[in-house]
């Protein structure tokens, strides 16, 4: 007679979107996140027998976001709220061992009028999603792994691939000077939690646009995606003292070199491209410690 197991399981509720604004007299502070939750919990009697007793339902799951969102009443970050939330499900529901929680957060930036800061205006400012994820258990361990994705960076010069190998099936030329452009997916985990996670996410992004990009005046050169990831990796874990592991995910979105009609190729016309591209990853971690992610 066969016999079965079940190893794991876990339920939660995804896509809860969520508006959050504190009123500081006039001036107001909004963020939207999409927030993902995820439990695990002493539920096998669900799955095995049918029975729900004792289960914190995915309804009540998604109740619960809008309610610590509003107990947040001091303006907080989204890494604040995912923990807070986290510890929520841990703490409130004696079945539950582990919560996890997922958050992007979309970019409204508050808008300048005339040179000053609107007092309630906020605009979309471009693709980039800032995100953390955070886990919570019985034992009072907490895990915070924040990051970002959809930051679409170029620069048309200061990048070359050359040296690679070469059989029957390569057609690519080599080259030093070509248009380098990628949609960065990014997340590091903190080894310990710092001070401020928003000085801590601009100190990340920073140190990664530093090295994809160089100084103002020049730039720096990149003789491959590779190299350049694992420098922007480098730079991070040099800005964010408590990040331990960086996982990142770098498409080479491909700017085709185009010979228009009755002429030649000057650097200057090409076939704007997003598919099919190359995509390079790796997690770079300060020596000793573990990747925190998996390829």
């Not at 197991?5 to 006039?26: E, F």
């Amino acid at each position: 007679m066969a016999s079965y197991a079940l190893p794991l399981h876990q339920h939660g509720k995804s896509k809860v979107r969520l508006g959050r604004v504190w009123r500081d007299g006039n001036v107001h502070h909004m963020v939207e996140w999409n927030v993902n939750t995820m439990i695990e919990s002493d539920m096998e009697h669900a799955f095995i027998k049918g029975e729900n007793t004792g289960m914190t339902a995915t309804d009540t799951q998604k109740n619960t976001v809008y309610v610590v969102a509003q107990r947040m009443s001091q303006k907080c970050t989204v890494e604040q709220f995912a923990v807070a939330l986290a510890q929520h499900f841990v703490l409130t529901y004696p079945l539950v061992s582990k919560s996890k929680i997922y958050i992007e957060q979309k970019p409204w930036n508050r808008v300048q009028q005339g040179g000053l800061p609107h007092d309630h205006g906020y605009a979309l400012a471009g693709t980039e999603v800032r995100t953390v994820y955070v886990t919570y258990d019985k034992a009072g361990k907490l895990d915070v792994t924040a990051g970002l994705k959809e930051l679409s960076l170029l620069k048309t010069t200061q990048s070359g691939y050359e040296g690679f190998l070469r059989d029957e099936y390569t057609l690519l030329p080599d080259s030093n000077d070509r248009i380098m452009a990628s949609t960065v997916t990014c997340t590091w985990k903190y080894t310990n939690q710092p001070a401020c996670y928003d000085a801590a996410f601009a100190a990340a992004k920073a140190g990664l646009l530093d090295a994809f990009l160089g100084p103002a005046k020049g730039g720096v050169y990149s003789p491959s995606v590779q190299y350049t990831l694992y420098n922007m990796a480098k730079n991070l874990l040099d800005r964010v003292p408590q990040a331990e592991s960086v996982f990142l995910n770098m498409p080479n979105i491909h700017f085709i070199p185009c010979n228009p009609v009755g002429s030649k190729f000057n650097n200057d016309v090409y076939v704007a491209t997003s598919e099919p591209h190359g995509n390079i990853e790796a997690v770079i971690t300060r020596k000793g410690m573990m990747p925190h992610a998996k390829l």
